[in-house]
């Protein structure tokens, strides 16, 4: 998908260039809209980390990088169809005491082309996107436990339906070259959400079911190295739950991501046999203000199940602090601590500490 979205984003902005060119006799509302810039958005973020870890019974290390920079374009082709890229550089062992090949990686992370009337209750969406399956909201700045666990990005078609607070979505998604499979078909899933929002409260459900949670990416990844040559991986179905509540300035969040039943040994190992790999999380946020600047604090619980191969941890304690200095820029403070899987279930059953603060500019 990558050359044919960079094509369209090309050929959008030449024929924009060319009708600044062609219209200076005749101008129209619609014709300014374009020339102002408003048919193409674009959006990013940038994150400057300071990371410091301790393992238990060792020196600790500390580090200081660029995290992630991300790049978002969007540009309307008509009023009907738009195509969407993102863009994405990450350092995922930043902090570490060794950096490991590919740790460092620039690449595009979606390239979608969108359709569906204006502020109609239905679109379909069709290309390289995150599937509708698990929310992943967190106050945080690391990575919930439940993201490493279940996010897929996958070639895939999804369309989705609203109205009111209540939304579906129906997606399907290709299947992908690392992973052997009996089908042509990667799989297929649902999702149905539900918001309400009021002045000083507000819930929002979601659930969802993949018929393949083999697709979630580092899953993907850990069945193509376990499985390679050994014929077709066992599909697994896969479920995700999420919840939130509001009320004045607190807010409450839980959610849970799983497989539904329990792999082969020889895909995914867990003491011995087969592992069912699940993760949930339990999240508490407050906002206020300090010196006049928006503030939260937030305190989390994340656990896993049998994710030992995914190399997760098996329980994470988190506390933050962030502050938006200014409108484009935050600043936050993030304490953590980390324990194993217990040494008989193939861990070390030790824990460690973990400091980040970062700097994050979005634009």
């Not at 867990?270 to 006049?292: C, H, I, M, N, T």
Request: aromatic share 10%.
């Amino acid at each position: 998908m990558k050359h044919p979205v960079l094509a369209c984003l090309g050929l959008l902005l030449c024929h924009g260039a060319a009708q600044g060119a062609d219209t200076s006799g005749e101008t129209s509302g619609h014709e300014d809209e374009r020339a102002g810039g408003e048919w193409l958005a674009i959006g990013g973020h940038a994150d400057l980390d300071w990371i410091h870890t301790r393992p238990e019974n060792e020196d600790g290390h500390a580090e200081l990088g660029v995290s992630e920079v991300g790049l978002s374009l969007a540009a309307a082709i008509t009023d009907w169809a738009a195509v969407e890229a993102g863009f994405l550089y990450e350092h995922t062992d930043l902090g570490e005491k060794q950096d490991v090949f590919g740790s460092e990686a620039a690449f595009l992370e979606t390239a979608t082309f969108r359709f569906g009337p204006p502020e109609g209750p239905w679109s379909i969406a069709a290309g390289r996107q995150f599937l509708p399956f698990g929310v992943f909201d967190t106050r945080m700045i690391s990575d919930p436990l439940t993201l490493e666990v279940a996010e897929t990005n996958e070639i895939s078609v999804s369309l989705g339906w609203s109205a009111g607070g209540l939304g579906t979505t129906l997606f399907g998604f290709a299947k992908n070259d690392g992973l052997e499979s009996a089908n042509g078909v990667g799989g297929y899933g649902a999702a149905v959400s539900f918001s309400s929002e009021r002045e000083k409260s507000g819930l929002a459900f979601n659930l969802a079911l993949t018929s393949d949670f083999g697709y979630a990416a580092n899953m993907l990844s850990l069945l193509a190295d376990t499985t390679a040559h050994e014929g077709p991986v066992d599909r697994i179905a896969g479920l995700s739950a999420h919840a939130a509540a509001r009320y004045g300035a607190a807010t409450l969040i839980a959610e849970y991501v799983g497989a539904l039943d329990s792999y082969a040994v020889r895909e995914i190992e867990f003491a011995g046999r087969g592992a069912q790999p699940a993760s949930w999380l339990l999240e508490a946020a407050y906002e206020f203000d300090v010196l006049g600047r928006n503030a939260t604090a937030a305190l989390g619980y994340q656990a896993t199940r049998e994710a030992l191969a995914l190399e997760l941890p098996a329980r994470r304690l988190l506390a933050v602090l962030s502050v938006q200095v200014a409108e484009p820029l935050s600043f936050a403070v993030e304490w953590g601590r980390d324990r194993d899987y217990a040494a008989e279930k193939g861990g070390s059953g030790e824990s460690y500490n973990f400091v980040t603060a970062q700097l994050s500019w979005a634009f």
